[in-house]
């Protein structure tokens, strides 16, 4: 768990989909990071991933941890969105409807209460309806 106050300064980064991509080797990391978590340089520069990905791996967890128990089933997944992968929870679908491959959107959704009572709003991601 969080605390509202993080949520708060995170909240246009995580929002918007910024990320850093490293000058030195061309990793990309979300939420971005001072240091490339590959190479290490500090040469980041800040850039928006796209808002639309592809289901590349998933999981359904079924057994939540404290403070999620209204969030199960919960499928998180591992998305490809432009040249970067994102681990994001995918909403708006039964768990038998997630397939590798399925198109999804960034949408803005709350999630789990923080330690101090703060009820955040995160990005989730639902399938594209096409």
Not at 98 to 110: F, L, Q
Request: charged share 25%; hydrophobic share 40%; with cysteine.
């Amino acid at each position: 768990m969080t605390t509202m106050q993080r949520v708060w300064r995170l909240k246009n980064t995580l929002l918007n989909l910024l990320a850093s991509r490293c000058s030195a080797c061309g990793h990309i990391t979300y939420p971005p990071k001072m240091r490339c978590p590959v190479c290490g340089s500090g040469e980041l520069k800040k850039e928006s991933l796209p808002r639309e990905g592809e289901v590349l791996s998933y999981t359904i967890i079924r057994v939540p941890a404290k403070g999620f128990e209204d969030f199960t089933p919960m499928i998180i997944a591992l998305i490809k969105l432009g040249d970067a992968k994102v681990l994001a929870e995918v909403v708006d679908v039964k768990p038998e409807e997630v397939n590798i491959g399925m198109r999804v959107v960034a949408t803005v959704r709350r999630t789990a209460q923080t330690i101090d009572g703060g009820v955040p709003y995160v990005i989730k991601f639902k399938p594209l309806k096409s």
